[in-house]
T-cell receptor
Framework: GDSVTQMEGPVTLSEEAFLTINCTYT??????LFWYVQYPGEGLQLLLK?????DKGSNKGFEATYRKETTSFHLEKGSVQVSDSAVYFC?????????????FGTGTRLLVSP | DTGVSQNPRHKITKRGQNVTFRCDPI?????LYWYRQTLGQGPEFLTY????????KSRLLSDRFSAERPKGSFSTLEIQRTEQGDSAMYLC????????????FGPGTRLTVT
């Protein structure tokens, strides 16, 4: 079945450092790809998405490009802030059966220190 | 939009008891999803409703679990004869009936079975 693999955390960075969180996927067909973020004590929030190959999703300084040839959707940010500390989940939308079940990775915790 | 709401936020119960959770989706969202998230893992799909019809159930949803969405509005998830392995965060999400695949999540209900 479809699956998502993320790099293990925690990822520990100093403020203003460059961030990359790797995400690769296995899917039949052409899924949509997402990054969700979970801040401490809060629910999942959609961070960005891409619905077809070579699309770039972006939001709040974060970016990810849908790479079909490498089946990847790596999350990047040029300069992280302490407020970016959270757990980040990569997910794909499985459209088998005509509805959009999300398949998530295990999450990557990001810790940003001042 | 007021967002997806879930009640209660926390539930502690003894093994063998029944519990029921409620989810109120974003108004006008006709798709509703339940997911389960255990510690250190990403959310896993449980079931999906389009309006009042339950169209898909995961193998994770044993016969002790039942979900309803009367009149296509709020949804309830009931767990009968709870077991310690049921301890998890239960997440609800909703989306519009479009091809954008964006699901909006509630804050979740954390269940602890003692």
């Amino acid at each position: 079945g479809d699956s998502v693999t993320q790099m293990e955390g925690p990822v520990t960075l100093s403020e203003e450092a460059f961030l990359t969180i790797n995400c690769t996927y296995t899917a039949t067909g052409y899924p949509s790809l997402f990054w969700y973020v979970q801040y401490p004590g809060e629910g999942l929030q959609l961070l960005l998405k891409a619905t077809k190959a070579d699309d770039k999703g972006s939001n709040k300084g974060f970016e990810a490009t849908y790479r079909k040839e490498t089946t990847s959707f790596h999350l990047e940010k040029g300069s992280v802030q302490v407020s970016d500390s959270a757990v980040y989940f990569c997910a794909l939308s499985d459209r088998n059966g005509g509805f959009q079940k999300l398949v998530f990775g295990t999450g990557t915790r990001l810790l940003v220190s001042p | 939009d007021t967002g997806v709401s879930q009640n209660p936020r926390h539930k502690i119960t003894k093994r063998g008891q029944n519990v029921t959770f409620r989810c109120d989706p974003i108004s006008e969202h006709n798709r509703l999803y339940w997911y389960r998230q255990t510690l250190g893992q990403g959310p896993e799909f449980l079931t999906y409703f389009q309006n009042e019809a339950q169209l898909e159930k995961s193998r994770l949803l044993s016969d002790r679990f039942s979900a309803e969405r009367p009149k296509g509005s709020f949804s309830t998830l009931e767990i009968q004869r709870t077991e310690q392995g049921d301890s998890a965060m239960y997440l609800c999400a909703s989306s519009r009936d479009t091809s954008k695949h964006e699901q909006y999540f509630g804050p979740g209900t954390r269940l602890t079975v003692t």
